[in-house]
């Protein structure tokens, strides 16, 4: 078992360091030292005075990236490789968390396929108190990460709320090459609805290359917990907002069918999934924070999230706005020398945004490295290609039984997801053929 700390005090970080019983130890503080990079600081100040519980779920959610993205899984086969995770969290209310750590352990378990244990330790107060932030009632939140996703999201939600309104949209990223993808999106909204405001709460927070003592974190690829973090940030910006918040994913994405017996690990992502967003919003309620949430589009097709863009704004203005959005699993393209914006054109995410075009009929400009011409890109595209097994997935199809195994939340039919999942299909014969 890997034992782990994230705490907000250098004092408490010292003496784990010094204790020898944690294989990492976390420390952030917002300001000076930390293990942490970006501007937003543990009690999340810069949103007024958050819910202490929202305020915890974000640092819980944070240590559980950092847990996993610093323990290295073992390798070999084709297995994931499940690890044994405890990690201590230091929060505003121990003892709530305490009460309802079987619960976490099996939300985030089933999250990442590992196995975790929770403990909780007080937070320390903080050094002042939240400044008082005005206007930030809002009839809507919602994530925006870029994606094409999101952006349908976003934009069928300030159409849904109208004029003279305000929506909050929340983006996360680590990579600084999403953040003006993010913003021009914003931008795009405030175009096609003029008299809405758009508040968009933009947060850089991540893990840092380096620990506390200046040797290198080691670095496991295959993390699904990223959009955890994304979610707990969204929540705590909802709860000030006083809305639900909006997770727009096209529901066959979000059941997450498996491509096959070998194609599981970091292609898989229960993040969306019903199950998960039904668990968690069950478990934020119960322990007194703001858990307000709903995926809009559960029980449809990225084809169909298309189709309704293009009937809301027309096909050009369509293409224009989704073809400006970034579905790319992969964010390694740069290195490369791809240009800013590519996409492989071969990823899971690819195949699916390229299906949705196809389907829409509305016309796709993105920029895909698998059409370039030079031969620059061969060996990036040909390490990132899923096409064969999307392929044989598709062939293959969606069985009644692999619906079954899907772990479906109560009240989510079993026909249903069958239904769907046979139009996913469908949508990707027209590119995998």
């Given at each position: 078992?890997?034992?782990?700390?994230?705490?907000?005090?250098?004092?408490?970080?010292?003496a784990a360091?010094t204790?020898?019983i944690?294989?990492e130890?976390?420390?952030?503080?917002g300001?000076?030292?930390?293990?942490?990079?970006?501007s937003?600081?543990?009690?999340l100040?810069?949103?007024?005075?958050?819910?202490?519980?929202?305020?915890?779920?974000v640092?819980?959610?944070?240590?559980?990236?950092?847990?996993?993205?610093?323990?290295?899984r073992?390798r070999?086969?084709?297995?994931?490789n499940?690890?044994?995770?405890?990690?201590?969290?230091?929060v505003?209310?121990?003892?709530?968390?305490?009460?309802h750590a079987?619960?976490?352990?099996a939300?985030?378990?089933?999250?990442t396929?590992?196995?975790?244990?929770f403990?909780?330790?007080?937070?320390?107060a903080?050094?002042?108190?939240?400044?008082?932030?005005?206007?930030q009632h809002?009839?809507?939140?919602?994530l925006?990460?870029?994606?094409?996703d999101?952006?349908?999201?976003?934009?069928l939600?300030?159409?849904?709320?109208?004029?003279?309104?305000?929506?909050?949209?929340?983006?996360h990223?680590?990579?600084?090459?999403?953040?003006?993808?993010?913003?021009?999106?914003?931008?795009?909204i405030?175009?096609?609805?003029r008299?809405q405001?758009?508040?968009?709460?933009?947060f850089?927070?991540?893990?840092?290359?380096r620990?506390?003592?200046?040797?290198?974190?080691?670095?496991?690829?295959?993390?699904?917990?990223?959009?955890f973090?994304?979610?707990?940030?969204?929540?705590?910006?909802?709860?000030?907002?006083?809305?639900?918040?909006?997770?727009?994913?096209n529901?066959?994405?979000?059941?997450?069918p498996?491509?096959?017996?070998?194609?599981?690990?970091?292609l898989?992502?229960?993040?969306?999934h019903?199950?998960?967003l039904?668990?968690l919003?069950?478990?934020?309620?119960?322990?007194g924070?703001?858990g307000?949430?709903?995926?809009?589009?559960?029980?449809?097709?990225?084809g169909?999230?298309f189709?309704?863009?293009a009937?809301?704004i027309?096909?050009?203005a369509?293409?224009?706005?989704?073809s400006?959005?970034?579905?790319?699993?992969?964010?390694d393209?740069?290195?490369?020398g791809a240009?800013?914006?590519?996409?492989?054109?071969?990823?899971?995410g690819c195949?699916?945004?390229?299906?949705a075009?196809?389907?829409?009929?509305?016309?796709d400009?993105?920029?895909?490295l698998?059409?370039?011409?030079?031969?620059?890109?061969?060996?990036?595209?040909r390490?990132k290609?899923?096409?064969?097994p999307m392929?044989?997935?598709?062939h293959?199809?969606?069985?009644?039984?692999?619906?079954?195994?899907?772990?479906?939340?109560?009240?989510y039919?079993?026909?249903?997801a069958v239904?769907?999942?046979?139009?996913?299909?469908?949508?990707?014969?027209?590119?995998?053929?």
């Amino acid at each position: 078992m890997s034992r782990l700390i994230l705490t907000l005090s250098e004092a408490s970080a010292n003496a784990a360091l010094t204790s020898g019983i944690f294989d990492e130890v976390f420390l952030w503080t917002g300001t000076g030292r930390s293990t942490f990079t970006g501007s937003t600081g543990p009690f999340l100040h810069e949103l007024g005075a958050v819910n202490p519980i929202n305020v915890d779920l974000v640092r819980i959610a944070l240590g559980v990236l950092a847990t996993d993205r610093s323990i290295l899984r073992a390798r070999g086969g084709s297995d994931w490789n499940a690890r044994d995770l405890d990690l201590t969290v230091d929060v505003a209310s121990p003892d709530t968390w305490s009460a309802h750590a079987d619960e976490l352990s099996a939300l985030i378990g089933f999250l990442t396929g590992d196995h975790w244990t929770f403990s909780f330790t007080q937070a320390p107060a903080a050094a002042f108190p939240p400044l008082v932030v005005e206007g930030q009632h809002h009839g809507r939140t919602v994530l925006l990460s870029g994606g094409a996703d999101s952006a349908v999201g976003a934009l069928l939600s300030a159409l849904d709320l109208g004029s003279d309104s305000s929506q909050a949209l929340v983006s996360h990223f680590s990579f600084t090459a999403l953040s003006p993808v993010q913003r021009d999106l914003v931008s795009a909204i405030e175009g096609l609805i003029r008299e809405q405001a758009q508040v968009h709460h933009q947060f850089h927070l991540n893990r840092g290359s380096r620990r506390l003592d200046g040797t290198q974190f080691r670095s496991e690829t295959s993390t699904r917990s990223r959009s955890f973090l994304f979610l707990a940030l969204g929540l705590a910006v909802a709860e000030r907002a006083g809305s639900t918040l909006w997770i727009p994913e096209n529901g066959f994405a979000s059941l997450n069918p498996p491509l096959g017996p070998d194609r599981r690990g970091s292609l898989s992502t229960h993040t969306t999934h019903p199950r998960f967003l039904s668990d968690l919003s069950a478990l934020v309620t119960t322990v007194g924070g703001h858990g307000a949430l709903e995926n809009p589009f559960e029980t449809i097709t990225k084809g169909e999230m298309f189709r309704r863009v293009a009937a809301a704004i027309g096909f050009d203005a369509a293409s224009r706005y989704l073809s400006a959005t970034n579905s790319c699993s992969h964010t390694d393209g740069r290195y490369s020398g791809a240009p800013s914006g590519a996409a492989c054109g071969v990823c899971f995410g690819c195949l699916v945004r390229r299906s949705a075009f196809n389907a829409s009929d509305i016309p796709d400009t993105t920029t895909y490295l698998v059409n370039d011409t030079t031969g620059r890109f061969i060996e990036f595209v040909r390490s990132k290609n899923i096409v064969e097994p999307m392929r044989d997935f598709v062939h293959r199809g969606v069985r009644p039984k692999d619906v079954m195994a899907m772990s479906l939340p109560d009240g989510y039919r079993a026909v249903d997801a069958v239904t769907l999942c046979a139009l996913g299909v469908e949508e990707l014969r027209g590119v995998v053929g």
